[in-house]
């Protein structure tokens, strides 16, 4: 990681530490050009209230068909540029309105805090069932025990997806949001995932059920609101965004909770502060955390800097996050923080439609955790962060349980 007057480059030591580079550039810098990995060139917003308005300005874009185009212009030269399926692309994440307005209509129902109330019982039966299989152990890798697991089988139990598929499923998952992933490996796992997807749609296409994926090929066959592409993009991403960031939620929190034990045994003492501790470990080390996207269709003024039209705003939402001018004390983990108005989920028309589900899931998956093994524990192992530019989590999360009450 490098800071000179003029690019600000994303390297791979970056990932083990990016609050460092963040605290650094809020201050001297907020918004500055950015080199990601990859050769992508873009503009860097740190802040919180500069993120917070890029996020929601209408004048930044997310079409993922002009997006495509400026790719080819905002990168340094020679950069090698993975190709993964155009066709995955169409999901309302890559759109605006009214392309936006209307594919977010077709699932909002489905994800509303009233709409995923009813799976609280289901989330507390798989949370069980692990925290069971894990009871007898020493020491464990709490991602494949615990934080992978949940949210994996949520979303793929709500979309109607076959349990065997689940873990090659998140293993192409893992491969296209690696910053590290070699070209052939990115394209390999594109060209596996969309075949996958495809089989999966038509297979509800002859066997309808009660289900989600269902639903959708419906709503797809129902008078022409959604086309193929866009049946297969949105699967694809409610499948990815379902599972790989909630895991790093559930993760990140339990090793927040273990590098604060005042605050684990405050938790503990008082399961009511649960919503309020999880909010607190959304923002403290958000998921989502370095680069989400947006391009300018006209130059736009982001703290006093002019950004030229068609280049890429790049929101480092877990800087944001660490900004002392919306967060008092921000560096430290406080699960009764008041007022935590953090931009985990984002901000504006594509807030994540995932958010209530994502909470009740940490919610359960932790609540579950502290209250069986008292004794949890960092084993002391060193930790490594992924190196996505996307995504903050952890390679393994290894844990010492200790004895069962
Ligand atoms: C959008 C974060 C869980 C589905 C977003 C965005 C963020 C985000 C930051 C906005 C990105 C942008 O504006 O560019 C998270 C985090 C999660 C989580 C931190 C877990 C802790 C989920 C879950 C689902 C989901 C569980 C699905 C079941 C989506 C979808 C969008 C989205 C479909 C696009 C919404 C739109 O474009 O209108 N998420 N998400 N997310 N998220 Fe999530």
Known sequence: MTVEDEAVRIGA??????HRLYSELRRTGPVRRVVLPRGVLGWLVTRHADAKAVLSDPRLSKDFVRAGELLERNREPGSPR????EELQAH??????????RLRKLVNK????RGVGHLRPRVEQITE??????AEADEVDLIPALAFPVPMTVICELLGVPAADREAFGGWTRVLLSTSASTVEITEAGVAVGAYVMELIESKRSAPAEDLLTALVEAREDGDRLSENELLSMTFLLLLAGHETTVNLIANGVLSLLRA?????ALRANPALLPRAVEEFLRFESPVNTATMRYTTEPVVVAGVEIPADEFVVVAIGSANRDAAAFPDPDTVDIERELNAHLAFGHGIHYCVGAPLARMEAEVAIGGLLARFPDLALTGTPLQWRESTIIRGLHSLPVRLGRTP
């Open 92 to 101: 309302m994440l890559n759109m605006d309105p009214p392309d936006h307005t």
């Open 13 to 18: 030591d970056f990932f083990q530490d990016p």
């Open 129 to 134: 069932s692990l925290l069971e299989a894990i």
């Open 110 to 113: 489905a994800f509303t805090v």
């Open 82 to 85: 993975p190709e993964f399926g």
């Open 261 to 265: 034990p005042a605050q684990a045994a």
